[in-house]
């Protein structure tokens, strides 16, 4: 009898919950907008239904799937009328409650449900399967009658509205099926294969529409049918996900079938169609009762003519909807979806006053937006309501989705059973040997058929059984266990496995005889005995015995087929009429319900099979190896022993195991020596003596003799014998009779099979010394096989396991029950072999270079030796491949079963692993790690593995550490302790970047001036940066302090003016002013750079706003800080417009890449006043820069659009732009072009649209189709280069930018597209371009714009010639970007600076800047940073000329020296912006000395008068602005000092004596030259990538504001487009350990260019890295940290990654050295590096000499431990223990000292106690050594490619000293015991007993000197003296040094 565990009362959870729950209530509000005629007539007929819903209350319930640490729980579903629970919990009590719906009706039916969202959509879905790639939605299934709610555990939930009412919903693999209610009118009715008469829907998502089912039957001479599920007889009973099958009842035949559930494939979908009569549509009518779960939404569902009764027609409609007028204003609204966040498959929620109103309404196809782009998805189609006549066109049917395909149906019984047929319950279930039944409960007769399946040869289908009975009322599997419970017909409970009974099962809280019902619950205490405990009864002893009747047992495990009546009176003394057990219930797991007829509920668990490991390892093998039937019996047996009352409290779990093995083998355990005398005390030891008391406290000779023989007296006997000076303690002798010679019984089950069941637990032994977790199992597991060797006489297995363990010796002699007639009759298995299968002779074989045969191993039992041996194979056939070493090395088991022509439980997949490379790897090694990883070998499993076993192993770990390739997995990495690369690699699996360690828990920085209290640090906008980044690259200056404090714009500035005596106060007071508006200019242009500085280093917080720094115009006069305005003096109205919106930019430039914004956040940061500002504007705009603005909604695009606020206007278009680069976004076009008249048609609406708008509209196009080419596009905006004035009193103000930016987007559209589109049309391009550059006659337009600028303008008369002052600028730039790089000759001369005076009078010296910089784009290649490059830029008449008057001696009157100077300032400007554009961002030497040599030049004319006054302050210092900020481009990111200074020197020019050339502009340019300097906080610098040049000619383009109104020649937005060519290139090294921000030493190296080859050069990092489009090779240096190497032919791609996620790299410390920060000189490293050569130093660790090694904490604790307070010297121990500490950590290797440590312990241990086990792995390592040690001396490739005795030695985990030491103190220990225990050996050698000695010194030193058995020796004369010679011709296997023992043993006992 099997008695069930942990039994409780048990109710449902939501039936109490529901108590306090309010339940359904609905507040009334009034909406007349969405009142429609008939909606209460409509909603009360919503809840009519034809089902009886007597149904008060139902739960069901599921496993949690919160994994380990929701183990033992589950979730419970419970519904109650309109509520439903959802529960979570397990069987302690604590359930909490996840969630609870109240719904509007009646809910019919809850049920867990889970959806996918697939990543992209399959064209007609080529896969038939179920499973789809993509996003799981899991959430909760809600049915009413007329619409499935869905809530998602996400936090999403749908509502899906059903043209039918609802019968039942199943759940299917990632969808549901819907089973509708058939009226009985129906049944009368003929079948017609029509879609409208399916039974059957299908729902894969419920934004999709429920599809109906078809189905596919097979048919005569194997001709298939297929067609759509009408059959209304054809119940669903059970569905299952995995397998996906569902499995139906039909009540016409009485028959059930299985049906396989997969995805419909396309010619089935049209088969079906085909079948469909379109000539019948006309005889479709309107069905006249609709289905009242119809809405006026709801799709057309007409009913066959002449039956009046709700059909279903699921068909679309091609007219259209067929609505009122009225109702259509309602058909567009969305499906109500609330959730956090905008979900992909849904929209914006739709506002509904009513909450039964929404359940009226379905998604329309115009607001849902679909699961992916393709045609597979459908939105919902339309739907109606019919009235009464009305008539239709054609529908067109939906596609079906699922199609049910029939594998199997059974017989057809003689007698029909009808409806009472159908099963009541059915599922799935596996036997103990992993057969897979589906089972159903015939209630009607009290039947459970069974029915055995599985996969089908081709895995396409599933192959079925003969139909098995077996007589119950009920059932339930036991899923976690595989087994059945079965409730008899008599109402008891059995457990089964499969159809085979085991055993019944006892729960201890139920009556056991016929109790009335009415004392059912007086007889039940809540505490009953359960299982394990004391079990008190009144009747005898004996009734409770856990030792059944053999034939008892025998009868209980049978097969189905035997009847129950002849086993009743086995039963006889437990009662079987108990009929208070109703029915079973809520499987899930080990655990399920009891319900009993009074209604009472208990909840069960069933026991396990075992709790030991090694017992679970040793079924698991006799599974393998027995026939399936026998095996299933046997662990029937076996759980029937385990689980009998009270068996677990008595006796250990071996003990039971080894007596019901050995008794299904036939034993008599109890005369067995094996069986413990406690165990057979126990086993008769009742429960009414176990609570008699004790008759005497006093001990006895038994407990005394259990003292003496126990494993404390045999470790501690010897010391206290020789300590005290006592005698040896003799055993009591025994004075019990010998026990009676019995013999084995050869009818028991196992009898036959007892060699298979040795040989499988032989094969588990050698896999549990493969655990060191399992050595107590190991011992229990060879006392068993000792005995079964001895009976089989297997004298070599013997005396295997005597070696192992020496106490077998000890067990007491009794005659073996297996005879030798019985040996006769054993089977024994092929693979049984008379040489011992050991896994540890294999190795030692193979170092030895040996050939011993493949090793044995069980699949999925032995997986320890399968991988050891596998790896070993790999490590000792190096040059042999993978697969081939290791089928060369191992050998499988053949089950059983294969035999009998049955698939195998157990399948093996190690053999077949995937390689991550599809060729092998050069360095073996390396394929040993990477083998390791495969494998799933982690350092925990390291740790598992026996010390001599992973040694081998750990060296390869160890030595492929340092250099180890680029392209493993991450895993590997991390098994070699390369965590810096593992981490690396993981950036590529992280789907959202995360933001830098300890980013929100970071300081600001310190006050910038401490002196002024009260002051807001955190409102300067600049308080977020990376501080530790910035400290650690800029850790000498404070260069980053003095940057905030010159960007600053949100304080008072100082007007530190002294008030002269004759000054009154008004007029000082307006010199005060007039000082704060010269200093406010320059704080005005401070917000541009900001933004720069501070682009992507803030992280905002989802529920707060982002805080915008005010922008103060205000300032204070010392000494009493009085303020100062603007009051007194005139200012420029609308000042501070654009200051704003840069204000505004900057602050939304701080938001990081990666945060996680979305539309909801971008609104709650809208200004409290709902009006639109400045600030706001330059935020959107921001926002878009950073690609945040794509997650914004359409709707609100369009609200902020609508408003006409200009600023918010030109932030938005140009943000979305940005956000939409190169995409040639449809929908972002169209909102473009409505700003724009040249992209709308001739006769459209004219809009009144801002100059300022149109400007950033038309740049906007140009990004929007940036690099595509698009000719459309570019034709546009060609002409909108000339756009002429007009009409009427359009673009006539600032046409210059409007020019502009049209001549700019087309270079966007065009960049570099010059010379692969030299068509006639392009030469046109060309051509116009070069027309607008320099002029004409005006050319007649042509298309719309002829219509559209016939009328004239009233305001500018230009004449017939092109205005060159407009379009030069925009023409020359797009010129020059058309042709990029193109080194186009013709293109080039045009843009050549005139080299003749009369040439250049007619070109604007301002233009000569923009042609020098066009002609640089052109021959890009051909710049270079250098002085002679800038003077051939220069024709040589400026050169001459230019600032040379009244030194020359020329008449003055034919040179105007003037116009020679301005040229000459704007062509070095051009050439100085060219230097700067081709080398930003790249830190060039010779560039920034190039342009310092500029800038020097042009410092020189401004200060020098005579100089100044030939080219003008304004036009030098335009230049000089030029120059600046083409420095900073170059040292963009490197926060370059020099730059710095000449920043801080031109904005010191504030006041009168500069008022006159020092502009608005020049502040602005400072100002990004200062932000360029330290961009993105010091992380970030410019891209040289074409796309990014194209964007940087936007933001830098050479003409800066004179005011802060100024857009006359270019927009101020556009000076924030460099952010489109920032990129992020620092690398910021971290180390992995403390995550601690560190310094390296970096190499990189370029690749080779026709003008440098090999050049490399070294930095630190945290550096800048150049692009890495110009590196070969990135090397992480030094000897502080491990080498990490970067290719750009291998792992760029890893590099690349890193940049993305912050550019933080990994780094581990090597032991022995500290971090740069710590040791910048590397003095305290080099004093470690001399404690590590000095031997001497090691008398004795300190600790802190410790730390300087290694962070490791175990190796420090370990150290603080031992050698805190310890002095010099100390006992030996710690000595040995020093030595090992200090060489592990200085070489690197602390993974060494557990095998240091142990192997010493196997030494010393070796003197008092020797461990056999221990032995093995030091001569495994000694083996392994020496095979190293061997090859190395000769000159050989040893394992580990090593050349030289003393690099072998220091690359070893190991050093030889040490294991010779070792093995020399254990040699000496053998020499010491021989000298008075030879006899024994020889007593061994002879074959004679050894019982009663020194049994464990000797299995050790035959385990070292690997003596052979005694039955080796036989062919030896022992008698005579043998000589040396002739023991080693006899024995040539062993070592002389051995065979000098044996031969000093002979001599001395001779």
Same mark, same amino acid.
């Given at each position: ?145 007329? #619409? ?181 204003? $309602? ?5 109500? @979806? ?218 209980? @495990? ?17 009662? *079987?009429?108990?009929?208070? @057990? ?41 599974? /393998? ?8 019996? %046997? ?48 086993? &008769? ?76 637990? /032989? ?147 190690? %053999? ?92 600001? $920085? ?42 600053? +714009? ?15 106060? /008004? ?43 005010? *922008?103060? *115009? ?262 020059? %970007? ?6 186009? &000759? ?75 100077? /301005? ?56 230049? %000089? ?179 993305? $996620? ?10 022995? $050295? ?25 008398? #004795? ?9 290694? +962070? ?199």
């Amino acid at each position: 009898m099997i008695t069930a565990c942990d039994t409780q009362d048990f109710v449902p959870f939501g039936r109490e919950y529901v108590h306090q729950h309010p339940g359904k209530f609905q507040i009334q509000v009034q909406n007349v907008a969405h009142s429609e005629p008939g909606l209460p007539l409509l909603k009360s007929f919503r809840d009519i239904s034809i089902q009886d819903n007597g149904k008060k209350e139902q739960w069901t319930f599921n496993a949690s799937r919160g994994g380990e640490s929701s183990k033992g729980c589950d979730e419970e579903l419970y519904v109650n009328g309109h509520t439903v629970v959802w529960s979570r919990g397990g069987q302690d009590g604590c359930r909490t409650v996840v969630k609870t719906f109240t719904m509007d009706t009646p809910v019919i039916q809850a049920l867990w449900c889970r959806f996918v969202v697939p990543e992209s959509s399959i064209s007609d879905e080529i896969y038939t399967t179920l499973d789809t790639k993509g996003k799981v939605q899991p959430g909760v299934c809600v049915v009413e009658s007329g #619409c499935v709610s869905c809530f998602m555990e996400g936090g999403s939930d749908y509502l899906a509205a059903l043209p039918f009412q609802v019968a039942h919903v199943w759940g299917i693999k990632n969808g549901l099926l819907f089973e509708r209610t058939v009226s009985p009118s129906e049944f009368n009715t003929s079948k017609t294969d029509a879609p409208n008469q399916t039974t059957v829907f299908s729902m894969l998502h419920p934004l999709d529409e429920v599809a109906p089912v078809i189905i596919k039957t097979g048919g005569t001479v194997g001709v298939t049918k297929t067609s759509y599920l009408t059959d209304n007889t054809r119940h669903i009973v059970f569905t299952s996900e995995d397998p996906s099958l569902i499995f139906t009842y039909d009540t016409m035949t009485g028959v059930h079938s299985a049906w396989k559930v997969r995805k419909a494939r396309q010619e089935e979908c049209e088969a079906v169609s085909n079948t469909w009569d379109h000539n019948n549509s006309h005889m479709f009518t309107p069905g006249q009762n609709f289905n009242q779960s119809s809405s006026n939404l709801s799709r057309l569902y007409g009913s066959m003519s002449g039956v009046a009764s709700p059909m279903v027609s699921p068909m679309r409609n091609y007219s259209g909807r067929i609505n009122t007028p009225h109702l259509m204003s $309602h058909s567009q609204s969305p499906l109500t @979806i609330s959730q956090p966040g905008i979900d992909r498959r849904s929209q914006s929620p739709a506002n509904f006053g009513d909450t039964s109103l929404h359940r009226l309404h379905t998604p329309s196809p115009q607001v849902i937006s679909q699961r992916s782009a393709g045609s597979f998805y459908r939105s919902p189609a339309n739907m109606s309501i019919l009235n009464e006549g009305t008539t239709t066109e054609w529908m067109e049917p939906i596609t079906p989705e699922i199609c049910l395909e029939h594998i199997w149906t059974e017989n057809a019984p003689a007698i029909r059973d009808g409806s009472l047929g159908k099963s009541s319950k059915a599922f799935f279930t596996r036997d103990l040997c992993g057969q897979q039944y589906i089972c159903y409960l015939i209630s009607y007769r009290q039947q459970l058929r069974c029915v055995k399946f599985d996969d089908s040869n081709d895995l396409r289908t599933f192959v079925f059984g003969t139909v098995n009975i077996i007589p119950c009322k009920d059932a339930v599997p036991v899923e976690s266990k595989d087994l059945l419970i079965i409730l008899d017909t008599s109402g008891v409970l059995f457990v089964y496995s499969g159809i085979t009974k085991i055993n019944r099962l006892h729960v201890p809280v139920l009556p056991l005889g016929n109790i009335s019902i009415s004392m059912l619950r007086q007889n039940t205490p809540l505490h009953s005995p359960v299982r394990g405990g004391v079990f008190t009864s009144s009747r005898p002893p004996s009734a409770m015995e856990t030792r059944f009747d053999e034939d008892f047992q025998l009868n209980q @495990i049978s097969p189905v087929p035997t009847e129950l009546e002849e086993e009743s009176s086995h039963f006889e003394e437990f009662p *079987l009429g108990c009929g208070f @057990i109703h029915s079973l219930r809520d499987n899930i797991q080990d655990r399920f319900t009891i319900e009993l007829t009074n209604g009472h509920m208990f909840r069960c668990t069933i026991p396990d099979m075992n709790s030991s490991s090694g017992v679970s390892l040793c079924i698991r093998g006799l599974k /393998h190896m027995l026939p399936r039937d026998l095996a299933i019996q %046997m662990m029937g047996r076996w759980y029937t022993a385990r689980n009998s009352p009270g068996a677990v409290g008595t006796q250990s779990e071996w003990d039971m195991f080894r007596k019901c093995l050995l008794g299904m083998m036939g034993y008599d355990t109890g005369k067995l020596a094996i069986i413990s005398k406690g165990d057979i005390d126990s086993e &008769s030891l009742s429960p009414v003596s176990a609570k008699r008391a004790r008759t005497s406290d006093h001990g006895t000779d038994e407990d005394w003799e259990y003292v003496l023989g126990s494993e404390h007296h045999n470790m501690v006997s010897s010391s206290l014998v020789s300590c005290l000076g006592l005698s040896e303690c003799q055993p009591v002798p025994n004075a019990s009779p010998p026990p009676q010679q019995t013999t084995i019984n050869t009818a028991a089950i196992l009898f036959t099979y007892i060699p298979a069941c040795f040989t499988a637990l /032989h094969l588990v032994y050698e896999e549990m010394k493969l655990n060191t977790l399992l050595l107590e199992d190991l011992g229990h597991l060879s006392v068993l096989l000792w005995q079964l060797a001895s009976d089989l006489h297997c004298h070599l297995y013997t005396d295997y396991y005597l070696r192992d363990f020496p106490k077998l010796t000890l067990q007491p002699e009794h005659p073996s029950q297996v005879k030798e007639e019985h040996l006769q009759k054993l089977q024994y298995p092929s693979v049984f072999s008379s040489e011992v299968p050991s896994v540890f002779c294999w190795i030692l074989k193979s170092m030895e270079g040996q050939a011993p045969p493949p090793v044995l191993y069980i699949p999925n039992v032995c997986v320890n030796l399968q991988n050891v041996v596998s790896l070993y194979a790999l490590l000792l056939n190096k040059h042999m491949g993978t697969e081939q070493a290791i089928k060369k090395c191992l050998r499988k088991v053949p089950s059983s079963v294969l035999a009998e022509g049955h698939r195998a439980p157990t399948c093996d997949i190690s %053999m077949s692993q995937s390689f991550h490379r599809s060729s092998p790897t050069q360095n073996y090694l390396e394929r040993l790690v990477l083998y390791m990883t495969q494998i799933g070998l982690t350092e925990k499993e390291l740790m598992y593995l026996p010390v001599g076993i992973s040694l081998p192993l750990r060296e390869a770990v160890f030595r492929c550490r340092c250099n180890p390739p680029s392209d493993w997995p991450e895993e590997a990495y991390t098994l070699i302790g390369r965590e810096d690369i593992s981490k690396l690699l993981s950036l590529h699996t992280r789907e959202q970047v995360a933001p830098p360690p300890g980013i929100f828990k970071r300081k600001p $920085h310190p006050p910038v001036n401490p002196q002024v209290p009260g002051t807001k640090e955190e409102d300067d906008g600049m308080e977020h940066l990376d501080d530790e980044y910035l400290r650690l690259r800029y850790s000498e200056d404070l260069r980053v302090q003095e940057a905030r404090r010159l960007m600053q +714009s949100s304080r008072p500035v100082v007007i530190a003016l002294t008030q002269k005596p004759e000054i009154s106060d /008004h007029d000082f007071i307006e010199e005060q002013e007039r000082h704060l508006y010269s200093i406010c200019t320059r704080t005005m242009a401070l917000p541009t750079g900001r933004g720069m500085f501070t682009l992507r280093t803030y992280y905002p917080v989802p529920t707060e706003t982002l805080p915008i720094p005010k *922008l103060c *115009l205000t300032g204070k006069a010392p000494p009493r800080n009085t303020t100062v305005d603007l009051s007194h003096i005139d200012v420029v109205a609308n000042m501070t417009s654009w200051p704003l919106f840069h204000n505004g930019v900057a602050a939304g430039l701080r938001i990081a890449d990666f945060s996680q914004l979305d539309s909801s956040w971008i609104m709650f940061n809208r200004p409290q006043t709902n009006d639109l500002t400045n600030e706001y504007a330059g935020f959107l705009m921001a926002l878009g820069l950073n690609k945040h603005l794509v997650k914004m909604h359409i709707l609100n695009k369009h609200d902020y659009l609508s408003k006409g606020h200009e600023m918010t206007t030109i932030g938005l278009l140009l943000g979305i732009s940005a956000a939409m680069r190169s995409s040639m976004d449809l929908a972002t076009y169209k909102i473009l072009s409505i700003h724009l008249p040249a992209m709308l048609p001739p006769t459209s609406t004219e809009l009144n649209v801002a100059h300022n708008v149109q400007v950033a509209a038309i740049l906007g196009v140009g990004l929007l189709f940036q690099g595509t080419g698009h000719r459309h596009t570019a034709d546009i905006l060609l002409a909108e280069i000339g756009r002429p004035p007009g009409p009427e009193m359009e673009n006539c103000t600032d046409r210059e930018s409007y020019s502009l930016a049209a001549g700019l987007a087309l270079g966007l559209v065009m960049f570099g597209k010059g010379q692969e589109t030299m068509g006639t049309s392009d030469l046109s391009m060309a051509d116009t371009l070069y027309h607008f550059m320099v002029g004409g006659h005006k050319r007649p337009l042509a298309g719309p714009a002829q219509e559209r600028y016939r009328t004239p303008s009233y305001q500018i008369q230009e004449g017939n010639m092109v205005n060159v002052d407009v379009t030069s600028p925009g023409a020359t730039l797009a010129l020059g %970007m058309l042709y990029f790089n193109t080194k186009n &000759s013709a293109v080039s001369e045009w843009l050549k600076v005139p080299n003749t005076q009369f040439m250049l009078d007619q070109v604007r010296p301002d233009f000569l800047l923009l042609r020098t910089l066009a002609r640089g784009l052109v021959m890009w290649d051909t710049v270079l940073p250098t002085m002679d490059f800038l003077k051939d830029a220069i024709p040589q008449i400026l050169v001459d000329f230019a600032f040379q008057k009244n030194k020359t001696q020329e008449d003055e009157n034919s040179i105007d020296y003037e116009t020679m100077s /301005h040229a000459y300032c704007n062509v070095v400007a051009g050439v100085s912006l060219v230097i700067g554009l081709k080398f930003a961002g790249s830190a060039n030497q010779k560039a920034f000395e190039t342009l310092q040599e500029c800038m020097d030049r042009s410092l020189k004319v401004i200060s020098t008068p005579h100089l100044i006054e030939q080219a003008g302050k304004t036009t030098v210092e335009n230049c %000089m602005m030029t120059i600046l900020v083409s420095m900073a481009m170059v040292m963009a990111g490197t926060g370059s000092l020099e730059v710095m200074r000449m920043c801080r020197m031109f904005r010191g020019r504030v006041g009168p004596p500069y008022n006159q050339y020092v502009t608005y502009g020049s502040h602005m340019a400072i100002s990004m030259a200062m932000g360029l300097l330290f961009l993105g906080g010091g992380k970030y610098t410019l891209s040289t990538k074409e796309e990014s040049i194209a964007v940087m000619l936007c933001a830098f383009f050479p003409k800066f504001p004179t005011h802060s109104n100024d857009n006359r020649y270019h927009l101020q937005a556009f000076r924030h487009l460099y952010v489109l060519a920032s990129e992020l290139r620092t690398m910021l090294p971290r180390d992995v350990d403390t995550g601690y921000p560190c310094y390296i030493p970096v190499e990189i190296k370029f690749k080779d260019t026709e003008y440098y080859k090999n050049v490399s050069y070294k930095t630190s990092a945290p550096c800048t890295l150049p692009d890495l489009d110009l590196l070969e090779e990135i090397k992480i240096l030094g000897p502080r940290y491990w080498p990490i190497v970067f290719n750009c032919y291998k792992n760029w791609d890893s590099l690349k990654s890193l940049l993305r $996620h912050n550019g933080t790299l990994y780094v581990k410390q090597r032991a022995g $050295h500290l971090s740069y920060v710590e040791d910048p000189n590397g003095y305290r490293s080099m004093l470690a590096k001399s404690l590590t050569a000095d031997h001497s130093a090691q008398t #004795c660790v300190k600790p802190d000499v410790i730390k300087a090694f290694t +962070s490791d904490p175990k190796i420090l604790a370990l150290t603080n431990f031992f050698f805190k307070g310890q002095g010099q010297g100390g006992s030996e121990l710690l000595q040995v223990l020093s030595d090992v500490l200090y060489e592990c950590v200085t070489m690197e290797k602390p993974e060494a000292v557990p095998t240091h440590i142990h192997l010493d312990q196997i030494s010393r241990r070796a003197e008092c106690q020797s461990s056999s086990l221990g032995i093995s792995q030091l001569k495994l390592i000694y083996a392994y050594y020496n095979l190293e040690h061997s090859t190395t001396l000769q000159g050989t490739n040893s394992l580990f490619h090593t050349t030289t005795e003393e690099e072998f030695q220091g690359k070893q985990l190991l050093k030889p000293d040490f294991i010779l030491a070792v093995t020399s103190k254990l040699k000496k220990v053998f020499q010491n015991w021989l000298q008075g225990n030879e006899g024994c050996l020889l007593r061994y050698l002879k074959g004679e007993s050894v019982q009663g000695m020194d049994t464990g010194h000797l299995a050790a030193l035959l385990l070292w000197y690997d003596l052979p058995h005694p039955g080796h020796l036989s062919n030896i004369n022992i008698d005579g003296r043998p000589s040396l010679p002739a023991l080693h011709a006899a024995l040539p296997q062993l070592h002389a040094s051995m065979l000098m023992v044996l031969l000093t043993a002979w001599n001395s006992h001779s």
